[in-house]
């Protein structure tokens, strides 16, 4: 029974685990169709770049996924030969928790990993899907409209925000105040705290922060303290248990004030000391006092004689 519970609690765990890794959390996070002012690729040219983002709090590999410009109608019509299947084997198709990564739409696959094999065309409507690693399941959606302005972007209000194709959780974006276009970064930038600038309004001097901090410091060490006392009486309860079983005494037989104490570290040092000077022998206590008495033998490095300053003979 055990051995089964065992498999099935492995079973469940492996199950989540497969769930946290799962692609689904992969999400069309930015687009840009006419690039004319934004970031180069890695060879100096610019050109139409799609951003994803892992809207999960785990790292995420999206190696084999595939990415497509075309819209299938239903799974069995899907061709993979008009999908760009990313690659496997770099470092960089491994997305750390709530980070992006760019893909560029310029149909250079052989320029690396992150050069797909279509390209986007202003002045109509781009249709970008991602697709699990079995070609089938589809994983999140977006049309680009195709009155998008040159050097401005169709992106998410919010990093990850909405379900697929919603268009309700998408803006477009020129570069203006409110409106950056932020490849490789949040969407929403965030330069300061709203909750520490309130704190610091309603608290100029620092005064609650400090008593907030002393309250902290001292509860951590009431609680130590408490730990420590709690230790202390367990080590107690088990030493005075180990006493009375050597007396043959059982704990349940015998009243609580009846109980004999625990011996004291004073007391134990006394018995091991008498044990050493009259018996030569130690007793069979866990805490063991030696005692070596060591002869002092001669030698010319603890002499005195050759400490002292010689006067000179006439």
Aim: proline share 4%.
């Amino acid at each position: 029974m055990k051995k089964s519970f065992l498999l099935l609690l492995l079973g469940v765990m492996g199950c989540l685990s497969v769930a946290a890794q799962s692609r689904g959390g992969l999400r069309i996070n930015e687009v840009m169709v006419d690039n004319t002012g934004s970031i180069v690729d890695d060879y100096g040219e610019k050109g139409a770049w799609v951003e994803l983002f892992n809207s999960t709090f785990a790292p995420l590999e999206i190696s084999s996924v595939y990415i497509t410009t075309v819209k299938f109608d239903n799974p069995d019509s899907i061709d993979k030969a008009l999908m760009y299947a990313v690659p496997l084997g770099d470092v960089n198709t491994k997305i750390p928790k709530r980070q992006h990564v760019i893909f560029w739409a310029d149909s250079l696959p052989t320029r690396g990993t992150f050069h797909t094999n279509f390209v986007l065309t202003p002045g109509r409507d781009n249709y970008i899907a991602i697709y699990d690693a079995d070609g089938r399941t589809l994983i999140d959606e977006i049309v680009v409209p195709a009155d998008l302005a040159a050097g401005s972007s169709y992106a998410r209000k919010i990093d990850g925000e909405g379900g697929t194709n919603d268009p309700e959780a998408w803006e477009v974006r020129d570069g203006s105040e409110g409106k950056y276009i932020t490849p490789s970064s949040n969407n929403i930038i965030k330069d300061t705290n709203k909750k520490v600038d309130t704190f610091h309004e309603r608290d100029k001097r620092g005064f609650a922060l400090t008593i907030m901090a002393m309250c902290i410091v001292f509860t951590a060490l009431l609680v130590l303290c408490l730990c420590f006392m709690l230790i202390s009486k367990i080590g107690e309860k088990i030493t005075r248990a180990n006493k009375m079983k050597s007396q043959g005494l059982a704990p349940k037989e015998v009243a609580r004030d009846a109980r004999p104490d625990h011996d004291s570290g004073e007391e134990i040092a006394a018995i091991v000391m008498a044990l050493h000077e009259h018996l030569d022998a130690h007793d069979t206590e866990q805490t063991i006092l030696t005692i070596n008495k060591v002869k002092k033998s001669y030698s010319p490095w603890n002499s005195k004689i050759y400490s002292m300053r010689e006067l000179p003979k006439r």
